[in-house]
């Protein structure tokens, strides 16, 4: 876990930490404005302004608001489902998968796939990587499983 998710749990265990909503809100408007279109496929894993959201939903970082994505269906270019990533694991959740971090087959992340959400392209940062297909259908599987309510 990075430093900064750290002190981010710990003030919000501790409720010492309000939420930039107004901060957000002028990202957001800068990202609504954003032009041309970027170009992404199925697997690719972004930075992603997802913003500040509600409750316990994914929250974005620093100050574009940011979180890791992964994206699991483009459908024209202008949106897609993408399902956040984090650095915190919780074993035996059949609602985050594990992620690899490529070579070495080491874990380094998990998608949080109980928070699966169409998103805006204007969203898009800047790709990552994409995610090996034999992984990617493994997620797809689980995903498939958790939305059958299996």
Known sequence: MLAYEFCDKLKRLFGGMK????????????????????????????????????????????????????????????????VPLTRTFKLHSPYYFPIERGDDNEVSSAAIISQLRLISSKRLIRKIRTLEQSEFERLIYQLERMLRGI
């Open 19 to 82: 939420k930039e909503f107004d901060k957000w809100n002028t990202v957001k408007k800068a990202v609504n404005e954003k032009a041309g279109n970027v170009l992404f496929h199925d697997r690719e894993i972004w930075w992603c302004s997802l913003g500040v959201n509600v409750g316990s939903e994914q929250d974005g970082i620093n100050d574009n608001f940011e979180r890791a994505v992964l994206i699991v269906r483009n459908f024209n270019g202008k949106v897609c489902w993408a």
